[in-house]
């Protein structure tokens, strides 16, 4: 069973910075594209960033590029998101999200993370 601990959220103020980590247990990891989702209430779940499985191709949403990082760690199963210049619009719920794809919807991925909340506040 494919397992997800994602973790580092926390209060941070406007032009700071967090990164989010994300364990994967019980799967190949280097099968697996791994996706940073992000959700706010009342709000549709949407796709900050994704790293591919295999040749490890990175993919930003626009409102990240040049802000955030995406990166992996092999060896430790892990996936981090750099978070920087972090604004209040960067408030939510952030998941992680594994599947054999960078696919762009949610609804394609079936293994997820428990969530990590992220709050950019002065």
């Known amino acids: 069973e494919v397992q997800l601990q994602a973790s580092g959220g926390g209060l941070v103020q406007p032009g700071g910075s967090l990164r989010l980590s994300c364990v994967a247990s019980g799967l190949t990891f280097d099968d697996y594209a791994i996706k940073w989702f992000r959700q706010v209430p009342g709000k549709e779940r949407e796709g900050v960033s994704c790293i591919s499985s295999g040749d490890r191709r990175i993919f930003y949403d626009d409102s990240v590029k040049g802000r955030f990082t995406i990166s992996s760690d092999n060896a430790k199963n892990t996936v981090y998101l750099q978070m920087n210049r972090l604004t209040p619009d960067d408030t939510a719920v952030y998941y992680c999200?594994?599947?054999?794809?960078?696919?762009?919807?949610?609804?394609?991925?079936?293994?997820w993370g428990q969530g990590t909340q992220v709050t950019v506040s002065s």
């Open positions: 999200a594994a599947d054999k794809g960078c696919w762009y919807s949610s609804t394609d991925f079936h293994s």
